[in-house]
């Protein structure tokens, strides 16, 4: 059993930024990968970030911009998402999930043990 537990997120202003964390407990992933995602009400979940635990192998989509960049820390066994020039559009529940099926990294069946998710506003 893996259990996720994100944190770091809160209310910031526009051009700031944040250094979510997501906390592993059980099951190390060995070479399982780390996703971010993030839902907004009313919007479908946007893949933002994939790592692998073992090469620190990162990917990330066109819509974060260059902004956002996933690590890992093994000792702490925990992973980052650190978001940089936050705007109001990227309001929204921050997750992280592990990879546990061969579809494409950017698709949300593609991973399970979600955590609770980190709340995120950006006021303007």
């Known amino acids: 059993q893996v259990q996720l537990v994100e944190s770091g997120g809160g209310l910031v202003q526009a051009g700031d930024s944040l250094r979510l964390s997501c906390a592993a407990s059980?099951?190390?992933?060995?070479?399982?990968?780390m996703g971010w995602f993030r839902q907004a009400p009313g919007k479908e979940r946007e893949f933002l970030a994939s790592i692998t635990w073992s090469g620190g192998s990162t990917f990330y989509p066109d819509s974060v911009k260059g902004r956002f960049t996933a690590s890992r820390d093994k000792a702490k066994n925990t992973v980052y998402l650190q978001m940089n020039s936050l705007q109001p559009e990227d309001t929204a529940v921050y997750y992280c999930?592990?990879?546990?099926?061969?579809?494409?990294?950017?698709?949300?069946?593609?991973?399970?043990?979600w955590g609770q998710g980190t709340q995120v506003t950006v006021s303007s």
């Open positions: 059980g099951r190390i992933f060995d070479n399982y990968a």
């Open positions: 999930a592990v990879r546990v099926r061969l579809l494409p990294l950017s698709h949300p069946m593609s991973y399970d043990y």
